[in-house]
Nanobody, 120 residues
Framework: QVQLVESGGGLVQTGGSLRLSCTAS????????MAWYRQAPGKERELVAA???????YYADSVKGRFTIFRDNAKNTLYLQMNSLRPEDTAMYYC??????????????WGQGTQVNVTS
């Protein structure tokens, strides 16, 4: 079974940037949709951004214009470039993959998560 491993989280000040990475142990081509979710303390997990193998992308309204999702299929890696970070972006970020519509994927595989903390 393909495993997903995230990295790149950390502590950053408001307005700063981070790039998250998610590397699949096998070929990421087997996943129709790869996505980033996040969960803040006391809140439900939410879809942040998603990407199909070839082409379309989805972004939550709260991150449009600030975050960019992209894939390097040769490296079996999914990225999330996060710019202009805000304290409300603080959360555990999870990589996930599976079938489904791009705006509501149905993940079959999850990573372990990477923590992002944005200080004011």
């Amino acid at each position: 079974q393909v495993q997903l491993v995230e990295s790149g989280g950390g502590l950053v000040q408001t307005g700063g940037s981070l790039r998250l990475s998610c590397t699949a142990s096998g070929s990421s081509d087997s996943f129709d949709v790869m996505a980033w979710y996040r969960q803040a303390p006391g809140k439900e997990r939410e879809l942040v951004a998603a990407s199909r193998t070839w082409g379309s992308r989805y972004y939550a309204d709260s991150v449009k214009g600030r975050f960019t999702i992209f894939r390097d299929n040769a490296k079996n890696t999914l990225y999330l470039q996060m710019n202009s970070l805000r304290p409300e972006d603080t959360a555990m970020y999870y990589c996930a993959a599976g079938p489904g519509p791009i705006n509501a994927p149905i993940p079959s595989t999850w990573g372990q998560g990477t923590q992002v903390n944005v200080t004011s």
